[in-house]
């Protein structure tokens, strides 16, 4: 199993981009997906998550501004971000728990794709 994650880039503040990051492989079903980052000299923090009801969950500190989604038939998962901040700034991850044979859950992480927010 892959995740390709795209949509990142260079934007001032105030602006919005929007990511996306597919799924492939063999794939019975997918649990949870979410989107992590991790700035330069920072732990990795995740930033929202979404389950298989679609279920929502975000961080505080991008509640109102980031939406997370997915599209279950194309095992792909976006995250909008509007009112971009240059904190904001970070190398955005993918993460998806998928379900292998068996039932088996294994998690997965995308490359990872940089949003760089300028003042």
């Known amino acids: 199993v892959q995740l390709q994650a795209s949509g990142g880039g260079l934007v001032q503040a105030g602006g919005s981009l929007r990511l996306s990051c597919a799924a492939s492989g063999t794939i019975f079903s997918i649990n949870d997906m979410g989107w992590f980052r991790q700035a330069p000299g920072k732990q990795r923090e995740s930033v929202a998550t979404?389950?298989?009801?679609?279920?929502?969950d975000y961080a505080d500190s991008v509640k109102g501004r980031f939406t997370i989604s997915r599209d279950n038939a194309k095992n792909t998962v976006y995250l909008q971000m509007n009112s971009l901040k240059p904190e904001d700034t970070a190398v955005y991850y993918c993460?998806?728990?998928?379900?292998?044979?068996?039932?088996?859950?294994?998690?997965?992480w995308g490359q990872g794709t940089q949003v760089t927010v300028s003042s």
């Open positions: 993460n998806a728990e998928v379900v292998g044979p068996f039932g088996l859950t294994y998690d997965y």
């Open positions: 979404i389950t298989s009801g679609r279920s929502t």
